[in-house]
């Protein structure tokens, strides 16, 4: 910068006042200057041809005697090169800049994660975990690969039971299967603590169905188990009523049948009104206005043998929900074989 004020100390004269105070504005402004716009506007002001302010002093000499006009001549002559010196070197020390700045501009909004979404069935089995929850139940689970004693044996199903079918059933040796129900985590809750137990326990359960839109060989259960002094069909009534209508809706209407499960005595089937009719009858529900969630009953004294405890003592329920089939119902699904395709444009609904 030197040269720039000793150029411009030597054009302050009376005459080139103007053309003063622009050299020393510009020689006062030129660090500070971040863009090249502003930098070439400087240029214009200061060596523009016709109406830069050194031109216009220059043209400004030739009223002026010779003496005068050689020593301001020099003097302008001399400013010239040190603004062309001074521009051009700001403006290679903005370019750097400008090349060397990081490509990323830490100001730019930032980049939306994007978030995934519960799959139905988990919202499904969430909901109703939080049902059972507001009624005291408590989240258990158990393994998916089981031996005989758990899937069959404690729950008063015989070896000559038709459930036990190899045929029927992934064994995985003599021993070991895929469960087929999550009715094991009964057995296995109380063989390992004493009543009372309050327990629900959701979880994926395996049989060999031939797929189609009403049935998947994995699909998910939700079981329910209630022991204690004094637990009756009134109180598993009262439970599965109230979860009805908190999960489908105030206005549906449940109603229980006589059914029959080795492990239950005396065992039901769970119904709520069709969803999708409200009662009427409809293709969905075979026309009969309503739909079958959930098995249920009273713990068979054998159950309850086969874990040690006392039947004279305790008395309990026992239910078992699928998620799918209410997860349907209630979000409108047609075809099981959706939740398990993991197509996104249909998870991506929910
Ligand atoms: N485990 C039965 C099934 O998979 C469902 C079931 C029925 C569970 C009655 C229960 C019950 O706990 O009491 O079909």
Known sequence: ???????????????????????????????????????????????GRKSGSLARAMRHLGDMDAELR??????????????????????????????????????????QPALGRVHPITRAAREMIEIFGRLGFEVVEGPEVEDEWHNFVALNIPPEHPARD????????DR????????????????????????????????????????????????????????????????????????????????FLPSYFPFTEPSAEFYVSCLLCRGKGCPACKGSGWMEVAGCGMVDPNVFEAV???????????????IERPAMLKYGINDIRLLFENDLRFLRQF
């Open 1 to 47: 910068m030197r040269p720039l004020s000793e150029a411009v100390s030597q054009v302050q004269m009376p005459d080139l006042e103007k053309v003063y105070n622009d050299l020393e504005n510009f020689a006062r402004a030129v660090q500070g200057v971040t863009g090249l716009e502003i930098l070439e506007e400087w240029r214009r002001k200061l060596l």
């Open 70 to 111: 050689k020593t301001l001549g020099q003097a302008l002559n001399r400013a010239k090169p040190a603004v062309e010196e001074t521009i051009a070197l700001k403006k290679a020390q903005l370019e750097a800049y400008k090349a060397s700045r990081p490509a990323v501009d830490v100001t730019m909004p930032g980049r």
């Open 166 to 173: 190899p045929l029927d059933n992934y064994y995985l040796d």
């Open 308 to 322: 040690g405890y006392d039947a004279e003592e305790v008395t309990g329920f026992a239910f078992g929900f699928g």
């Open 176 to 255: 070991l299967l895929l469960r087929t129900q999550t009715s094991t985590v009964q057995i296995r809750v109380m063989e390992n603590r004493p009543p009372p137990v309050r327990i629900i326990a959701p979880g994926r359960v395996y049989r060999p169905e031939t797929v189609d839109a009403g049935h998947s060989n994995m699909f998910h259960q939700l079981e329910g188990l209630w022991v204690e002094q004094g637990v009756t069909f009134a109180d598993l009534k009262g439970v599965l009523s109230m979860f009805a209508r908190a999960f489908f809706g105030a206005d549906v209407r449940t109603r």
